[in-house]
């Protein structure tokens, strides 16, 4: 059964920074593309990052997230700088088999979600 578990969220001033983990089990990691989308209030679910075959970002992030890939610890990461209010969102990982995509409807397996608050 595959299972993702993000963590790291949390409250943070604009302009700081945080991490996010993405915790993967009864997968073999290391053959699944991965990524992050994010949901803000009242809206949908949007891509933010994907990495597997190809690595690439939501225009709204370029130069301020970074996504990562650990496979021998089978964690997923998301570097954060430079935050803004407009990031405040639920922050889910996903996974996929095959190249990575930045629609949400083409990954099968979601983490929880964590909660980012950017506060100005």
């Known amino acids: 059964q595959v299972q993702l578990a993000e963590s790291g969220g949390g409250l943070v001033q604009a302009g700081g920074s945080l991490r996010l983990s993405c915790a993967a089990s009864g997968l073999t990691f290391s053959s699944y593309a991965m990524g992050w989308f994010r949901q803000r209030p009242g809206k949908e679910r949007e891509f933010v990052a994907i990495?597997?075959?190809?690595?690439n970002y939501a225009d709204s992030v370029k130069g301020r997230f970074t996504i990562s890939r650990d496979n021998a610890k089978n964690t997923l990461y998301l570097q954060m700088n430079s935050l803004k209010p407009e990031d405040t969102a639920v922050y889910y990982c996903?996974?996929?088999?095959?190249?990575?995509?930045?629609?949400?409807?083409?990954?099968?397996?979601w983490g929880q979600g964590t909660q980012v608050t950017v506060s100005s």
């Open positions: 996903a996974s996929r088999q095959g190249v990575a995509r930045a629609r949400p409807n083409d990954y099968n397996y």
């Open positions: 990495i597997g075959g190809i690595t």
